[in-house]
């Protein structure tokens, strides 16, 4: 069983529906996390095709679209659901914590 790291992103009520917040893990990796109609979902937040900051795309209907070249993700399940990007989006456990929204990483 892996070990998770739990990461504060932000409070609450930063986080609107209809919104996201990426925020970087260490000094190579990002996370983001997006509120569907009032569900949180967290998700590896650089672009499985090439270098692109998910939280500077677009989201819309529970998919982040990539900034760069346009391929969608579901945010849900990370699934890369058209080209360029082939490979899926990690994803991660993610709760509420004391008002802030906290999210568990791998190390
Ligand atoms: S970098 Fe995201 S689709 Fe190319």
Redesign the pocket.
């Known amino acids: 069983m892996r070990t998770l790291a739990k990461v504060d992103v932000c409070a609450v009520e930063e986080l609107a529906p209809g919104t996201m917040r990426g925020i970087a893990v260490g000094e190579e990796r990002r996370i983001v996390v997006a509120n569907v109609e009032g569900e949180l979902r967290a998700f590896s937040g650089i672009?499985?095709?090439?270098?692109?900051e998910l939280d500077g795309g677009f989201l819309r209907d529970g998919r982040v679209m990539?900034?760069?070249?346009?391929?969608e993700f579901d945010t849900a399940t990370g699934e890369a659901l058209g080209p360029?990007?082939e490979e899926a989006l990690e994803t991660y456990p993610v709760k509420v914590e004391a008002g802030r929204v906290v999210v568990e990483v791998p190390p």
Do not use: E, Q
Request: aromatic fraction near 14%; charged fraction near 0%; include cysteine.
């Open positions: 672009c499985t095709h090439a270098y692109a990539c900034p760069l070249h346009f391929s360029p990007a």
